[in-house]
C-alpha cells in the first residue's frame, strides 16, 4: 500500500493540475489462501479516498478454482 500511496502522490506533485484524474484498478477478493480478502480491499478502498483518487476499479476472484489457485501458488514457491 505504502508503494501505491506514493506512487499516487508523486503523479499529484508531477502533473500539479487538479483536473487530471486518477484510476486505481483492485482485486477485491482473489480466493488464495492467506491472499486478499473483503476486508482489506475495503481499507484500501478507504485509503484511495483519503488521497483523493478520482476512481476506484473493482475486479473480483480469479477464474480457477480454490484448488487449483493454491496448487499453482505451492508450485510457483
Given at each position: 500500500?505504502?508503494?501505491?500511496?506514493?506512487?499516487?502522490?508523486?503523479?499529484?506533485?508531477?502533473?500539479?493540475?487538479?483536473?487530471?484524474?486518477?484510476?486505481?484498478k483492485?482485486?477485491?477478493?482473489?480466493?488464495?489462501?492467506?491472499?486478499?480478502?473483503?476486508?482489506?480491499?475495503?481499507?484500501?478502498a478507504?485509503?484511495?479516498?483519503?488521497?483523493?483518487?478520482?476512481?476506484?476499479?473493482?475486479?473480483?476472484?480469479?477464474?480457477?478454482?480454490?484448488?487449483?489457485?493454491?496448487?499453482?501458488?505451492?508450485?510457483?514457491?
Amino acid at each position: 500500500m505504502r508503494l501505491l500511496l506514493e506512487i499516487i502522490a508523486e503523479i499529484k506533485q508531477v502533473v500539479n493540475d487538479p483536473t487530471f484524474m486518477i484510476s486505481v484498478k483492485i482485486n477485491c477478493e482473489d480466493s488464495i489462501p492467506n491472499g486478499i480478502d473483503a476486508e482489506e480491499s475495503i481499507i484500501t478502498a478507504q485509503m484511495l479516498e483519503a488521497v483523493a483518487v478520482d476512481l476506484i476499479e473493482i475486479s473480483g476472484r480469479v477464474y480457477e478454482s480454490e484448488q487449483q489457485a493454491g496448487q499453482q501458488r505451492v508450485s510457483l514457491l
